[in-house]
């Protein structure tokens, strides 16, 4: 196996190249003045197994363009197989037409990444894994959860409440529970289709007094977070923390959500940030190893 640096994720492609002992194969690449993307791989593929470490946070379109020349590049270059890494995968929350006239991003994303030639798919908390199966190749979904709620477990907060801000989530606070061994729940959250809006509510949860720990996949405006923490506060939690595998964090979501007396926000370094303080790593080296090995 070989692992190609994609400009997107240097930093945690090196560190899995490392923890896999792997050659590396390094990306030129450049943005033409008209906006359009170029890449180079720096390597040999010929017979090779390449693993493309290549995140696609903002820009997502061209991250994800870049993923697909990377893919088309390793193949036309002799690759036996292309499997892609994409710690956050762009366009997961449009899995479904919500509303007449949508389309499924999610699909025509997974349909682009066969046409450029990858085989298979290895990606970290998805929104829904049920979009896994809109693949048209092996797609694997990893949990970053176990490795946030060990960061707070480090910190002395064992016992923590993991709380989901929807109840989608509840099983991301129910793996973070499984580490911290205290209680797990989560608040009501409805979504205006139009507007984006949301509205949360807590019905039955006691954090009285207790360290509370919102866990959820993504952290993109705050708006969650902050509604959260907002609802903690007049229910008396001692205090409140914010934990995330993908801090995209919008404009001033940072600002917004230590302004509603959140004390500290964590993230991973899917999505490279000042609150990336947690690393993929570990985690991706262990699915490439067995991916090989397998
Ligand atoms: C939505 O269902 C996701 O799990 C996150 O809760 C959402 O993407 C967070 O977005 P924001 O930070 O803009 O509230």
Redesign the pocket.
Known sequence: MKVIIGPASTALAEKVAELIRCEKVSVAFKTFPDGESYIRLEGCMQGEHAAIIQTTCAPQDSRLMQLAFMAAAAKRNGARKVTAVVPYLAYA?QDKVFLAGENISIETVAQMLKAAGVDALVTVNI?AESALGMFPFPAKNLSAIPLLAEYFVQKGYRGAFALA??K??LYIAQQAQQVLGGEAGYLEKQ?DRYTGQ?KQTCKGLDVKGKAVIIF??????????VGAAEILREQGAAKVFAACVHP?L?GE?EKRILDAGVEEIVGTDSVPSRNSKVSLAPLIANALKALESG
């Open positions: 929350r929104h801000p929807d989608g989530a979504r949301t959820d996949d993504i952290i993109s405006t705050g708006g969650t977070i995209l919008i979501a």
